[in-house]
């Protein structure tokens, strides 16, 4: 059980582009999702946290707008990063969590890679 | 606040020997801790985690990892390292009560098991 997934696991795309990632609780419902962002032989840098049905709270220094997350059902987050630029390149992992729980069930992570 | 240091961003070990990664917390509050492994590419899998009784955990394929307080520490440990250790190990700590947006994570400690 508690398994998370992502969608996709690598993706390429051109600067300027759109691209979104998809973040799914595929056996419990997750009241809160987490977004996580990895560079390279770094450690994990929390973006935002989403609860089902509200507003996402972003981390100081990262832009919401440029960051579009959405939470619209108990197993689904999503992530859009609006006009993808090569610094945008990086490795990028939701985590999930239930009412009661205290722990981060994470997903497998996706690659990003914006020429 | 919350700080976690992993001492040792690198620890290389024959196979067959024992392995010690280094975490140490700083909380005000009695914490919450965690020890996660990411191999390459991948997301994050919990190895073990302690939040209250024992102090000496155990966690999945052969490590354990033991609370001290004293020492404000949380150090990990296999007796004997085996090749499919090797691999990103990253300690975590947040508290009773807190959000779980608030698992602060170290830098990370890789791990290299030699043959």
């Known amino acids: 059980g508690a398994v998370v997934s992502q969608h996709p696991s690598r993706v390429i795309c051109k600067s300027g582009t759109s691209v979104k990632i998809e973040c799914r609780s595929l056996d419990f419902q997750a009241t809160t999702m987490f977004w996580y962002r990895q560079f390279p032989k770094q450690s994990l840098m929390l973006m935002a946290t989403?609860?089902?049905?509200?507003?996402?709270?972003?981390e100081q220094g990262v832009e919401k707008d440029k960051f579009l997350i959405n939470h619209a059902s108990l197993t689904l987050s999503t992530l859009t990063v609006t006009s993808a630029h090569p610094e945008d390149s990086s490795f990028y992992i939701c985590?999930?969590?239930?009412?009661?729980?205290?722990?981060?069930?994470f997903g497998p992570g996706t690659r990003l890679t914006v020429l | 606040a919350q700080s976690v240091t992993q001492l040792g961003s690198h620890v290389s070990v024959s196979e067959g020997a024992l392995v010690l990664l280094r975490c140490n917390y700083s909380?005000?509050?009695?914490?919450?801790l965690f020890w996660y492994v990411q191999y390459p590419n991948q997301g994050l899998q919990l190895l073990l985690k302690?939040?209250?009784?024992?102090?000496l955990v155990k966690g999945i394929n052969g490590f354990e990892a033991e609370f001290k307080k004293s020492e404000t520490s949380f150090h990990l440990t296999k007796p004997s390292a085996h090749m499919s250790d090797a691999a990103e190990y990253f300690c975590?700590?947040?508290?009773?009560?807190?959000?779980?947006?608030?698992?602060?994570f170290g830098k990370g400690t890789k791990l290299s098991v030699k043959p």
């Open positions: 985590s999930a969590t239930t009412r009661a729980g205290r722990e981060q069930f």
């Open positions: 909380s005000s509050v009695p914490p919450y």
């Open positions: 989403s609860n089902e049905g509200s507003k996402a709270t972003y």
């Open positions: 302690y939040t209250t009784g024992a102090t």
């Open positions: 975590a700590v947040t508290y009773y009560g807190g959000s779980q947006g608030n698992l602060i």
